[in-house]
């Protein structure tokens, strides 16, 4: 079992608000990094740190982080937003890496 | 921009080695973590480990390895080609699945350590069946 834990899945109506979660003892110390993956593609970072997007990442999405839970915002979900969502941060020990289960995002 | 190639064999056999390489093309090679994650078939990401060489010949380059593989990882890094690579011995059927290479920056902030995976390679698809 993962360090990281994350919903299994979550749905959104097109353009509304959806956040997805990522829970750990190891994110009170660390910050959590985000990546989306579609179907036969390799992941994407879409946040990471504090807040920050990288180049090409639209800023409906956001980032924040409270006690031991990470979270990624999509403010107004769009079709091509869907995909899996895996959170990543180090472990307990602080040594490795480890990344959550991965949350399936469907926009309805 | 910075592109990852990777490549090796799809197809092995149990107790066999896996072994695979990939190739930085772009940007600096030096002072990043370069790191293996693999996915198996319909399941989640599962970082294997990392090696960090800072091009500086008075240091050996550093690893860290998951610790439920560490007795069978090796990553090593050939800076003359920018390239690293990945084995894994003695591989099971529990072997099987998509292999990426990724860097990650190194990072530190005045509050804490910055880690990502910004670029990855395409991935490949290993095989373990008898």
């Known amino acids: 079992s993962s360090e990281l834990t994350q919903d299994p899945a979550v749905s959104v109506a097109l353009g509304q608000t959806v956040r997805i979660t990522c829970q750990g003892d190891?994110?009170?110390?660390?910050?959590a990094s985000w990546y989306q993956q579609k179907p036969g593609q390799a992941p994407v970072l879409v946040l990471y740190g504090k807040n920050n997007r990288p180049s090409g990442i639209p800023d409906r999405f956001s980032g924040s982080s409270s006690g031991n839970t990470a979270s990624l915002t999509i403010t107004g979900a769009q079709a091509e937003d869907e995909g899996e969502f895996y959170c990543?941060?180090?472990?307990?020990?602080?040594?490795?890496?480890?990344f959550g289960g991965g949350t399936k995002l469907t926009v309805l | 921009q910075v592109q990852l190639q990777q490549w090796g064999a799809g197809l092995l056999k149990p107790s066999e080695t896996l072994s695979l390489t990939c190739a930085v093309y772009?940007?600096?090679?030096?002072?990043?973590?370069w790191t293996w994650i693999r996915q198996p078939p319909g399941k989640g990401l599962e970082w294997i480990g990392e090696?960090?060489?800072?091009?500086?010949?008075?240091?050996?380059?550093?690893?860290h390895y998951n610790p439920s593989l560490k007795s069978r990882v090796t990553i090593s890094v050939d800076t003359s080609k920018n390239q690293f690579s990945l084995k894994l011995s003695s591989v099971t059927a529990a072997d099987t699945g998509v292999f990426y290479c990724?860097?990650?920056?190194?990072?530190?902030?005045?509050?804490?350590?910055?880690?990502?995976?910004?670029?990855w390679g395409q991935g490949t698809l290993v095989t373990v069946s008898s």
């Open positions: 190891s994110l009170r110390s660390y910050y």
């Open positions: 090696i960090y060489d800072s091009g500086s010949t008075n240091y050996n380059p550093s690893h």
């Open positions: 990724a860097r990650r920056p190194v990072v530190v902030t005045a509050i804490r350590p910055l880690d990502y995976f910004d670029y």
């Open positions: 990543n941060s180090r472990d307990s020990s602080g040594n490795h890496l480890v």
């Open positions: 772009g940007g600096s090679f030096s002072g990043y973590y």
